[in-house]
RNA sequence: GCGGCCGUGGUCUAGUCCGGUCUAGGAUAGAAGCUUCCCAAGCUUCGGAUCCCGGGUUCAAAUCCCGGCGGCCGCACCA
């Protein structure tokens, strides 16, 4: 048995997490969180939070938007295209292919072959003879890879939506106009905590790797042309481990450990900003409880990347069972997402930089003719000089260098326009932010506060979980049911629970089976009320972690406390 | 998706090969009470399993057969 079936195991016994729709059969990839694992959970996310959004207030700002959005957004960023595989294999050679690709290659352009269904596609490799290209053995039926849910909005079928695999469309789509309403400043992030859902073909490996999960994803964007990051000396010294895209290549297997100046130094990252979450994120899952040399960062190689990164950092973690896993990944995603909503939406994403000084530029103007315009249009002429003011001047100047050209229905002819250079004073220009993105899965960092907390002692099991994440913080024990000492623990667990505090009241069964049983949801601390406590005032606080104890008077209980949560 | 192994109270497990003695045993956890009073002590009592689901074979199925679902391992997949 090794730790993750024990995991497994406490976590269904002390109500962590469990298989979802277990009364019905469960259903892989997807995954309940109990009483404790949803605390557990939620202080995940706080601490996270806290980490990057509050402590970047300012810089960085929280927002909510919809698990649905239509068809066109997941069109726009690429994942209706880049999440649908259409795979066929060779029952010869086992080779596998996009279908649609080995179509295209053996029969050429196919109409309408991208809105195809399976059966379709089936039927013309069938047809038309399509056959495996390397070794011409016959193919299998088509297997859909398509890890975008689909569902339709309201009663129309036509209406296609899906369910976001990634935070970021939301934080994307909504990016121009709360760049607007927070004062037009780059650099400015966005952050989300939500749910996703991604098809996965066969999702194993637990709370590890699920079809729904929340994700913590942050969509830094930046001026290109000023890509420093202005916090960098915060987190300068951080060492981070890392295997490059030139390691891995090389099969190299130990990353190298170099602080944060000199992996940018050398060039191994390509964005400050990109490094600087980079930082957060290895302080972010130390806190976690994971030792710095049970992670590292791998640089994914292009094929290996997202379509829309120009750079990826992988996060992992070591895991007994499970070896090396993703915790989160850092993608350099320049103005891809951007750009494509650009186009797809006709919405202006664009930000304006001010030069430092206006510059004087040399521009194209386009004088109408009017007496030309009017001699052939009469009354209309207005109706044409609005369409030729209305027009691309560079672009107006170049159709008709060559012939008439009709727009909007009106036919300009050449002679109509007269175009002239001018000196313009441009005070700056637009373009498009590119994104640093850090992203995290809630749900196996969930996991894996609990695999580094899980340990054992004496036969029973002890959760050290930070205190800073443990589902509850204290609990409160009477020594004994009688002589008034239960009453008084009561009253101490009332007033810490109005304090703010999650704190637990147990007074069942022996002392020592209390103390276990907090220990195995990872309470850090318990208080027992005893005789003594009925002289004096004063109370014992038990360490979960050494098993030691302490007197403290009740008076202080709450600055104890407070002391105690505070610097963890 | 393919192949192997597996699925019994909340948890762990005996029983499955070789059908009946299993109206399913044990341990642990839980609840109530007594007792003890600082690390899962003891005693009493209680609740909790249509033996993963569906079908089949049989006088008789936890046990044999088929299908499904789920889990683990290997291969494939993993924007």
Redesign the pocket.
């Known amino acids: 048995?090794d730790k993750?079936?024990k995991i497994?195991?406490l976590g269904?016994?002390r109500g962590f997490f469990?298989?979802s729709s277990e009364i019905?059969?469960?259903?892989?990839?997807f995954l309940d969180f109990g009483p404790m694992g949803a605390m557990l959970k939620r202080n995940i996310e706080r601490r996270w939070r806290e980490v990057f959004i509050h402590r970047h207030h300012g810089l960085v700002y929280e927002i909510e938007t919809p698990v649905i959005m239509p068809a066109k957004v997941f069109e726009a960023s690429?994942?209706v295209e880049?999440?649908t595989?259409v795979i066929v294999e060779c029952m010869q050679c086992h080779k596998?292919f996009r279908a649609d690709h080995l179509i295209l290659e053996q029969i050429g352009d196919v109409q309408g072959i991208e809105g195809m269904t399976t059966e379709e596609l089936d039927a013309l490799i069938l047809e038309r003879g399509v056959r495996c290209s390397e070794c011409q053995g016959q193919l299998s039926k088509i297997?859909k890879?398509n890890?975008l849910f689909r569902t339709n909005i309201g009663p129309y079928s036509e209406n296609v939506a899906y369910l976001r695999?990634?935070a970021a469309q939301g934080m994307f789509v909504n990016f121009k106009g709360i760049f607007n309403s927070m004062r037009e400043r780059l650099p400015m992030g966005l952050a989300q905590i939500g749910k996703?859902a991604?098809n996965?073909?066969?999702?194993?490996?637990?709370p590890i790797?699920l079809r729904e999960f929340t994700i913590m994803e942050v969509e830094f964007f930046f001026d290109p042309r000023s890509p420093e990051c202005t916090i960098i000396d915060d987190v300068a010294d951080v060492k981070l481990r890392l295997l490059t895209e030139e390691m891995v290549k090389s099969k190299a297997l130990e990353p190298v450990q170099v602080s944060v100046s000199e992996a940018l130094k050398e060039g191994y990252i390509k964005t400050e900003w990109l490094a600087y979450f980079m930082a957060l994120s290895t302080k972010f899952i130390s806190e976690l409880g994971a030792p710095v040399e049970s992670q590292m960062f791998i640089g994914k190689p292009p094929e290996?990347?997202?379509?829309?990164?120009a750079q990826t950092f992988d996060q992992l973690v070591k895991l007994e069972?499970?070896g090396w896993v993703e915790v989160s990944?850092h993608a350099y995603r320049t103005d891809y997402d951007l750009s494509r909503h650009m186009q797809y939406s006709g919405q202006d994403m664009s930000v304006f930089r001010k030069f430092d000084a206006p510059r004087k530029v040399k521009v194209f103007a386009a004088k109408p003719k009017v007496d030309a315009i009017s001699a052939d249009h009469g009354k209309n002429t207005g109706k044409v000089l609005s369409v030729i003011k209305g027009a691309d001047v560079s672009m107006l100047r170049s159709k008709l260098s060559s012939g008439p050209v009709e727009i909007e229905g009106v036919l300009i002819k050449p002679e109509y326009v007269e175009f002239y250079e001018k000196e313009e004073a441009q005070t700056g220009e637009r373009f498009i932010p590119h994104v640093a993105e850090p992203?995290f899965g809630a749900d196996r960092l969930t996991y894996l506060a609990l695999e580094c907390a899980y340990s054992e002692r004496?036969?029973?099991?002890v959760l050290r979980l930070p205190p800073s994440i443990a589902p509850v913080s204290v609990s409160v024990f009477p020594?004994?049911?009688?002589d008034g000492i239960r009453e008084k623990a009561y009253c101490i667990y009332r007033d810490l629970k109005d304090a703010g505090l999650i704190a637990e009241f147990d007074d069942?069964?022996?002392?020592?089976?209390r103390?276990?049983?907090a220990?195995?949801i990872g309470c850090p601390l318990a208080i027992?009320?005893?005789?003594?406590s009925l002289q004096n005032d004063t109370?014992?606080i038990?360490h979960r972690d050494t098993?030691?104890?302490q007197r403290v008077p009740i008076g202080e209980l709450k600055g104890f406390l407070k002391g105690f949560f505070s610097m963890r």
């Open positions: 048995m993750y079936d497994v195991e269904r016994r469990w298989p019905y059969g469960g259903v892989a990839g690429g994942h880049n999440f595989d596998r297997s890879f890890l695999p990634e996703v991604r996965e073909i066969s999702p194993r490996q637990g790797r290996e990347r997202a379509h829309y990164s069972r499970w990944g992203s004496e036969d029973r099991v020594l004994v049911n009688r069942s069964g022996s002392i020592g089976r103390y276990a049983r220990d195995e027992t009320v005893d005789y003594e109370v014992t038990r098993w030691e104890q």
